[in-house]
Structure formats: C-alpha cells, structure tokens
C-alpha cells in the first residue's frame, strides 16, 4: 500500500478527485458570503453532468457541452434564488427539492433521449481534454503527477484565483459580503440585497455545473446514476472548514481529495471490505467537521473569558 501512496498516480488522482469538490465548494462559498446556504449543490451537479453528456453529444464538442450546462446550471441557481427571495421559501426545503427532483428526473431524461437507465452507454459524449506541459512533462515524478491533468482541473485552480480577486477586489465582491454579513446596513447604503444574492446564487449554480460536468466529461467520459455521489454536501462542510474563502476551499478540498484517492487505493490493496472503504471520504467529513467545530468552540471560549 505504502508503495502506491508514494507513486505519482497516487498523487495525480488526489488532483482528479479534488476537482470536482473545489468546484462546488467555491459555489458554496460564493452563495454562503452572500448570506444564503446553497444547499442544492447536489442536485447541480446531477443536472449537469447528465446535460454535459448529452450537449457535448449533440454538439460534438466538450467546450460547447461546457458551456450549455454552465448556462443550465445558472438557470438552477436562478431558479432557486426565486423560490427563496421571491416566494420566500425555506431554503433547505427548496434545495432539497432540488435534489429530490435531479435525482429521478436524470434518469428520466436520460431513459427519454438515450433509452438508457443506468449508464449512459449509448450517448458518445465528448470528454474535455487533457493537458501535457511542455518541459513539465520531462520532470521524474512532478511531470506524472502535473502533466495529462485534465484541463477542468487547471480551470478549478485558477477559478480560485479568479473568485479571491472578486470578492475581495472588485465593488461587486465586496457588496456580496457586505449583504451575507449584514443586510440591513447594506441596504441603508443602498446595495440591493435581493440583486445581489440573485447574482450570488446564479454564480454558484455556474462553478457547480463545471464540477458536474467535470464528473461525466473528465473523471469519466459517461453519465451513470447518482455520480455525484454526496460531492454536493460534502463541498458544504469543505466550504464551512475553510471559512467560505477561495483559498481555505483550495485547501479543505484537497484533503477530501487525499481521502478519497486513499480509498481508490484501498479498493486495489486492501482487504478491508469495499463497503467500508466507501465510507473513507464520509467519515474524513464527519472528523474534519467535528475538530473544526471543537476548535471553532474553544476559540468562543478563550474570546468569552471561560
């Protein structure tokens, strides 16, 4: 076992796994700032990982694939700001619909197009590509683990970069977390909250659709039932560990990212049952939460005095 942790696939597929987790842990971090828990992320991520196969089919293009589900995954985020700011619905209940609603309604559309129930098998869907750095390439063991990443996970990394600078550079940004910390003080300086979280939540459901769409069109190039596979819910407690920033988000997913490529190692080497080493990524959530929320807690205390 030890011999895999040390080899280079080890580490390139903690970059694969950490993709799509960085993802929606950016749109959780941008809807959370905003004041509001996106907690649809789940639902997504389904959606679009089943339309970025279908589009790119249609299309017979990755990038146009990309593009339609970042549109499609928008128009969730726009969907759901409406139930929650217009309609005034909880917004646990209205993700949750989400959720529910992507669930068999993914299955459903891909039995209408494709006549497939689990597996997209029959849709030749395009798969976005792979990325080979010249010079980088040629390095023993850094070139492995760097070069042939596909490009979506570059994406993920520099959308880091893009979204610290937007929330903490740009007017906008800056309106965004003044809203999630204090409404009303936003509002009496004349920042719309309503507008504000709309953009929010329609950004959110954008950087989830590109982790949705990673799953079906980079960590594989097919659509099966369920592929998100709890990546939703466990970017909610990678964006709550890293305080809902771009750079405590990098960070937290890589460790969930670690967790999970351990758990593709322990499924070949392993005599643990496969049952159990599913449960790697889930219970790293569980202990990851539990000692930030501990640690979290007696920060209070040593403030408080106690």
Request: glycine letters at 10%; charged letters at 10%; hydrophobic letters at 55%.
């Amino acid at each position: 076992m030890w011999s895999a942790i040390l080899s280079p696939d080890f580490f390139s597929t903690i970059l694969r796994s950490t993709t799509p987790i960085l993802f929606a842990t950016l749109a959780s971090s941008i809807a959370s700032k905003s004041g509001i828990t996106n907690m649809a992320l789940e639902g997504i991520m389904l959606f679009s990982a089943l339309f970025g196969v279908i589009f790119s089919s249609l299309t017979s293009s990755a990038w146009m694939g990309l593009i339609i589900t970042m549109v499609i995954g928008g128009l969730i985020g726009l969907i759901l700001a409406f139930f929650v700011l217009n309609l005034k619905t909880d917004e646990i209940l209205a993700a949750i619909a989400i959720n529910l609603t992507a669930t068999g309604g993914t299955v459903l559309i891909m039995v209408a197009f494709s006549g497939d129930r689990g597996v997209s098998s029959s849709i030749k869907s395009i798969s976005a590509p792979e990325v080979v750095i010249p010079l980088v390439k040629d390095i023993p063991f850094l070139g492995e683990v760097l070069s042939g990443q596909n490009i979506l996970t570059w994406i993920a990394i520099i959308a880091v970069i893009l979204l610290h600078l937007f929330l903490y550079k740009t007017p906008l940004g800056l309106a965004i977390r003044a809203v999630g910390e204090n409404k009303d003080a936003a509002e009496s300086v004349g920042i719309s909250s309503r507008k504000i979280q709309y953009i929010a939540l329609v950004l959110s459901g954008v950087l989830a659709s590109m982790g949705g769409f990673f799953l079906s069109g980079g960590y594989m190039n097919m659509f099966t039932k369920d592929m998100s596979g709890g990546r939703g819910f466990i970017a909610l407690a990678a964006a709550s560990m890293g305080g809902n920033t771009p750079v405590g988000s990098l960070l937290v997913s890589l460790l969930f990212g670690i967790a999970q490529a351990f758990a593709n190692i322990m499924q070949l080497t392993s005599m643990i049952p496969y049952e159990i080493v599913l449960m790697v990524p889930y219970l790293a959530t569980l202990v990851g939460l539990a000692i930030f929320y501990y640690g979290q807690k007696k920060k209070k205390e040593r403030l408080s005095g106690k």
